[in-house]
Structure formats: structure tokens, C-alpha cells
T-cell receptor
Framework: GENVEQHPSTLSVQEGDSAVIKCTYS??????FPWYKQELGKGPQLIID?????GEKKDQRIAVTLNKTAKHFSLHITETQPEDSAVYFC????????FGQGTELSVKP | DTAVSQTPKYLVTQMGNDKSIKCEQN?????MYWYKQDSKKFLKIMFS???????INETVPNRFSPKSPDKAHLNLHINSLELGDSAVYFC??????????FGSGTRLTVV
């Protein structure tokens, strides 16, 4: 069946460093690639997304890159801040609605 | 105005009881979902409704019954609650090929 894998599962960085989270998927029908941020005690919130006809998208300190041939897309956060600490999920959309396992990002001041 | 609101936020109940969680969205989205998030943070789809019609029903025990009275509401009724049902349940809504908007979750604890 369809598979979605996220790496790493935990990531700890110093404030100001960059963070990269990778999502690999198996469903070649996937054509919409969002990233969600879940803060403690809250629901996941869409932070950035990309569609299959685009290779990269940037919004201030966050960016998403897509490699459709290799079936992976990545979340890039630059100049990390303590408020970036959260769990991040990828959820490539095609047929099945599957979320990645989540990446717990910790930004140390 | 909350886009996706679910109630209650916390629910503590005894094994064997029946309980309901309500969800409402004011975004005009056609599709609504119920997700279960376990203690390891895995988000698993349970049900999906499009315009009041059930379109996804994952391998969820039939003690769980969703009901969609109209496209802005999707409620979840759970019969004969078990310890393993303890989790955070999220309601969400979306339009085709756009991101989901999630509610703030209902933390269900079965004792």
C-alpha cells in the first residue's frame, strides 16, 4: 500500500541554525504536498504547500522543495527561533490520506 | 471566529460508556474528516465525508459511528468505550487539493 516516511523523527538545533525535514512517499498519484506544524495542545496547522508542477516555494523563513521523480519533498526552516519548536508533519495528497510520522523539532535558545 | 470548532476539548469517561464529539466548520468546505492521534503523535484517518456522504471509512471498529447532518457538521459517536480509545481526536475540513484546517482536538481519556 501507499507509504509516507519522514526523517528525522527528532531534530534539535541551536537558535539561528537551519533545519531540514524530509518526506518520502510512494504514491505516484500524489500531486499536492503540504507541511503542517503542530504546537503543544493544538491541532496541526498548514504552514506551506507546493503543487506538483512547481519545484520550490518559499515563504519568509520557510521553504519547501519537491523532487517528484525521486518522490520526496523537504521542509527547510532558516534562522530558527524557539517558537519554531513543534512537531511537523508532511501529508502528500493523491489517493490515500496519509500523514508522515511527524518530526519533533526543538530549537534551543 | 473559529474556523473548525470541536467540543468538548476534554472528555474523561468510564469504560463501557457512550460518548459523542461534535464538530462544526464555517469555512464552506465540502469535505470533513475525523483523525485519531495516539500517544506517539501518529495521525490516522478514521472517516471522511464529502457533502454529507461517507467517502472514507478506514478500519475503525463499528463502535465508532460518524454522522453528518449537513456539510458544516460532522459528529463522532462512540459506543462501549474501551481503554484503547484514549487518544486525541481531531476534526478537520478541506476543499479539493487544498490544505486541511484542523480543530483544536478533543482529548479523550477512558478510565
Amino acid at each position: 500500500g501507499e507509504n509516507v516516511e519522514q526523517h528525522p523523527s527528532t531534530l534539535s538545533v541551536q537558535e539561528g541554525d537551519s533545519a531540514v525535514i524530509k518526506c518520502t512517499y510512494s504514491d505516484s498519484a500524489s500531486n499536492y504536498f503540504p507541511w503542517y506544524k503542530q504546537e503543544l495542545g493544538k491541532g496541526p496547522q498548514l504552514i506551506i504547500d507546493i503543487r506538483s508542477n512547481v519545484g520550490e516555494k518559499k515563504d519568509q523563513r520557510i521553504a519547501v522543495t519537491l523532487n517528484k521523480t525521486a518522490k520526496h519533498f523537504s521542509l527547510h526552516i532558516t534562522e530558527t527561533q524557539p517558537e519554531d519548536s513543534a512537531v511537523y508533519f508532511c501529508a502528500p495528497q493523491g489517493g490515500k490520506l496519509i500523514f508522515g510520522q511527524g518530526t519533533e523539532l526543538s530549537v534551543k535558545p | 471566529d473559529t474556523a473548525v470548532s470541536q467540543t468538548p476539548k476534554y472528555l474523561v469517561t468510564q469504560m463501557g460508556n457512550d460518548k459523542s464529539i461534535k464538530c462544526e466548520q464555517n469555512l464552506g468546505h465540502d469535505t470533513m474528516y475525523w483523525y485519531k492521534q495516539d500517544s506517539k503523535k501518529f495521525l490516522k484517518i478514521m472517516f471522511s465525508y464529502n457533502n454529507k456522504e461517507l467517502i472514507i471509512n478506514e478500519t475503525v471498529p463499528n463502535r465508532f459511528s460518524p454522522k453528518s447532518p449537513d456539510k458544516a457538521h460532522l459528529n463522532l459517536h462512540i459506543n462501549s468505550l474501551e481503554l484503547g480509545d484514549s487518544a486525541v481526536y481531531f476534526c478537520a475540513s478541506s476543499q479539493e487539493l487544498k490544505g486541511y484546517t484542523f480543530g483544536s482536538g478533543t482529548r479523550l481519556t477512558v478510565v
